[in-house]
């Protein structure tokens, strides 16, 4: 059995490399520097129905409310109380000078989550149920809170969440 030779196993490592290296700078980009994509017009929304509710077009907001985040590793407001079946452009605001996200969901989603992110920091992910706002930006969460109960949104970037960086929605049922 003959072993390759040094050039020749370069070569084969740049044959197993080139197509990745193609693929990462062709793909759209969806880390944690960039904006939200789904807010980007034209863009289809993804629906998947989530235990916190489903994703919605831009044009059917019934509402806007702004959260404004900020380096303090707060949200303003920090609770939002809505109506089961209400559509909601939620506006991320960062006023701070570091990127912040806003992610929608259930207190042990966000929890774990977290853990993710701090295992793995630079983690891509982009849901319509989450935003990304570089400082002195803003992005938009379209949602329906079609289920009733309590949630929590929170940036889930490493450190943030523990140092307090969330909020709780309070989806009212119907009566």
């Known amino acids: 059995m003959t072993h390759p030779t040094p050039t020749r196993r370069r070569f084969q490592q740049l044959l197993v490399l080139t197509p990745l290296a193609t693929w990462l700078v062709q793909r759209p980009a969806s ?93 891509e992910h982009d849901e319509p149920y989450m935003a990304h706002v570089p400082a002195g930006k803003r992005s938009d969460i379209t949602w329906t809170f079609n289920r009733a109960g309590d949630f929590e949104f929170a940036c889930l970037l490493p450190g943030h969440f523990d140092a307090g960086m969330r909020g709780t929605i309070r989806v009212k049922p119907r009566v």
Do not use: Y
Not at 60 to 68: F, G, L, S, Y
């Open 31 to 123: 880390a944690h520097g960039d904006a939200h994509p789904a807010s980007a017009a034209n863009v289809p929304v993804v629906k998947e129905q989530k235990p916190w509710g489903i994703a919605a077009e831009p044009k059917e907001a019934q509402r806007t409310i702004q959260i404004r985040m900020t380096d303090n590793m707060r949200f303003t407001p920090s609770h939002l109380e809505v109506r089961e079946g209400e559509t909601l452009r939620l506006r991320a605001v960062n006023g701070g000078k570091m990127l912040h996200e806003i992610v929608i969901g259930t207190p042990e989603e966000l929890q774990s989550h977290a853990e993710m992110m701090k295992k793995h920091p630079g983690m």
